[in-house]
């Protein structure tokens, strides 16, 4: 009996599953934390929004599930940060738009990090607004409203990083090459022991290199990530006499970041704090 029941709902939930006005399916659909962090403050409650990289996961090796590629396929609007990051979306054929959040950014070559600079985050949370008012023009004014009230934090944020401009060491060595975007906007130098991906290992010569490097700015600090392994940081600390320090890319959240209520303001405000030990 029971089966018999089975077999005549699971075609019926299919039937509603292939909808896409079923109020169950996720009409605005982003791919990782900052960006799902910037629409949502853009959309407010007006859409539901889901997000599909698990916030304590990594993006760089990430790879969706036949389910997640259904549920970006079935979204009217798919938010992502850049083609050279989430390259999976490029493989989603969805209904709706796909809204590139960082196309109006001013790009480094190569690298995907633009959101880890205030300034560039405000480019993006303004291309979203104007991408998802075109894409729902029902809700265009409170779109705008919700952009300029959070735009106006990041902005404050922004000022806060400018103050970085006015220091005389400006050098910081960090684990993992996502600083460029904060580097170049606010005036600073990043020296990065791996790469852009953070899974690339440096070579012996490159180790050496950073070591005489750190000599010859005085450097007492290594910048690790949360979220990603702190291997290199400390060898290089530990042959320096350096100190290992947290800085954020702002990829994901750790599950006790969530619970603590953080997010890309308040992670950003922690990293301001941190980049200041070295750039005074
Ligand atoms: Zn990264």
Not at 115 to 126: F, H, L, T
Not at 210 to 216: A, D, T
């Amino acid at each position: 009996m029971k089966k018999t029941l089975a077999l005549l709902v699971i075609p019926a939930l299919l039937v509603l599953g292939g909808c896409q006005k079923s109020a169950s399916k996720p009409e605005v659909v982003t791919t990782f934390e900052p960006i799902y962090e910037f629409t949502k403050a853009v959309v407010g409650d007006k859409i539901e929004v889901e997000n599909i990289v698990p916030s304590n996961q990594e993006v760089h090796e990430f790879e969706p599930s036949a389910k997640q590629v259904a549920t970006m396929t079935n979204s009217s609007a798919l938010i992502y940060n850049s083609d050279n990051l989430e390259h999976w979306v490029s493989k989603i054929k969805n209904k709706g738009v796909k809204i590139e959040a960082s196309q109006d950014v001013d790009k480094i070559k190569g690298d995907p990090h633009t959101w880890v600079s205030p300034k560039q985050a405000i480019v993006e949370v303004n291309t979203i607004t104007e991408q998802l008012s075109k894409k729902f023009p029902k809700y265009k004014t409170t779109f705008n409203k919700n952009a300029v009230a959070y735009t106006a934090k990041l902005k404050k944020l922004d000022a806060e990083f400018d103050t970085l401009k006015m220091a005389n060491q400006k050098t910081f060595i960090t684990q993992h090459e996502a600083f460029s975007y904060l580097a170049r906007d606010y005036g600073l130098n990043q020296i990065a022991i791996a790469g852009i991906d953070p899974e690339v290992e440096p070579s012996a010569a490159t180790l050496t290199k950073l070591k005489s490097e750190m000599e010859k700015s005085g450097l007492t600090v290594v910048y690790s990530e949360e979220n990603a392994t702190s291997k290199l940081a400390e060898t290089l600390a530990k042959s320096t006499g350096a100190k290992v320090m947290q800085i954020n890319t702002v990829e994901g959240l750790t599950n006790q970041q969530k619970k603590d209520g953080a997010s890309y303001l308040t992670l950003m405000e922690e990293n301001l704090t941190a980049l200041r030990k070295t750039i005074k």
